[in-house]
T-cell receptor
Framework: DVKVTQSSRYLVKRTGEKVFLECVQD?????MFWYRQDPGLGLRLIYF???????EKGDIPEGYSVSREKKERFSLILESASTNQTSMYLC???????????????FGPGTRLTVT | AQSVTQLDSQVPVFEEAPVELRCNYS??????LFWYVQYPNQGLQLLLK????STLVKGINGFEAEFNKSQTSFHLRKPSVHISDTAEYFC???????????WGAGTKLIIKP
C-alpha cells in the first residue's frame, strides 16, 4: 500500500510566521497534491506537482507556495501565516504510468493548522 | 467545466438501517468516479471506484455504488449501517485534461443508536 506521511498532525503558529508543511510518499508516485479542507467546502486544491521541480496552481494558491526538489517529497509553504489559513491540510499522491493513468489519490493523515 | 454535487450535507440514519448517499456530476466526456471516506481526524481513504465495465461497483466495508450514465449519478449505498460507519463521505470525478479530481462538498453520515 502507498504510504503518505505528513510531518505534523497538529500545528499552532502565530500570525506572520513562515510555516512549512512536509509531505512524503514512499511509492515513487509522480503526482502530488496539497488540499485544504474546511467545513462545508469539501477539498480545495492549493497546488499540485506532476514531476520534480514542476508545480501547477490549483484553485486557491494565494498565500501559499510549494517546493518539490525530490520525487518523494512535496512541501507546502505559508509565507506569512494568517488566521484565515487556519484549516486542515491534506497531502495526496497518485500514479502516472507509461500506458495508464490512475486518478486514484492516496492521502496522508492531514495536518490541522491553527494560526493565532 | 466538470462539477460534482453531493445533495445532502448530512444524512442521519438509525443503526442497521439502509442508507444512500447521493452524488451527481456534470461532464461532457467520460469520467472515472470515486467515493472516499474520512473518519474523524484522519485523512481520506478510497471506498470504491468506477473506471469501466459493470455499473455496480462494490467497495470496502459493505458499501456499493451504481454508475448511471443517463442520470450522471454515482450514488453510494449500504444495506445496513453500523456505528463505525460514522464518517464524512466524499464523491470525486476525474479531470481528463490533467491528473486532478474534482470533489464534492462531502456528506456526513450520522448513525443514530
Amino acid at each position: 500500500d502507498v504510504k503518505v506521511t505528513q510531518s505534523s498532525r497538529y500545528l499552532v503558529k502565530r500570525t506572520g510566521e513562515k510555516v512549512f508543511l512536509e509531505c512524503v510518499q514512499d511509492m515513487d508516485h509522480e503526482n502530488m497534491f496539497w488540499y485544504r479542507q474546511d467545513p462545508g467546502l469539501g477539498l480545495r486544491l492549493i497546488y499540485f506537482s506532476y514531476d520534480v521541480k514542476m508545480k501547477e496552481k490549483g484553485d486557491i494558491p494565494e498565500g501559499y507556495s510549494v517546493s518539490r526538489e525530490k520525487k518523494e517529497r512535496f512541501s507546502l509553504i505559508l509565507e506569512s501565516a494568517s488566521t484565515n489559513q487556519t484549516s486542515m491540510y491534506l497531502c495526496a499522491a497518485s500514479f502516472t504510468g507509461s500506458h495508464t493513468v490512475s486518478y486514484e489519490q492516496y492521502f496522508g493523515p492531514g495536518t490541522r493548522l491553527t494560526v493565532t | 467545466a466538470q462539477s460534482v454535487t453531493q445533495l445532502d450535507s448530512q444524512v442521519p440514519v438509525f443503526e442497521e438501517a439502509p442508507v444512500e448517499l447521493r452524488c451527481n456530476y456534470s461532464s461532457s466526456v467520460s469520467v472515472y468516479l470515486f467515493w472516499y471516506v474520512q473518519y474523524p481526524n484522519q485523512g481520506l481513504q478510497l471506498l470504491l471506484k468506477y473506471l469501466s465495465g459493470s455499473t455496480l461497483v462494490k467497495g470496502i466495508n459493505g458499501f456499493e455504488a451504481e454508475f448511471n450514465k443517463s442520470q450522471t449519478s454515482f450514488h453510494l449505498r449500504k444495506p445496513s449501517v453500523h456505528i463505525s460507519d460514522t464518517a464524512e463521505y466524499f464523491c470525486a470525478v476525474s479531470v481528463w485534461s490533467n491528473y486532478q479530481l474534482i470533489w464534492g462538498a462531502g456528506t456526513k453520515l450520522i448513525i443514530k443508536p
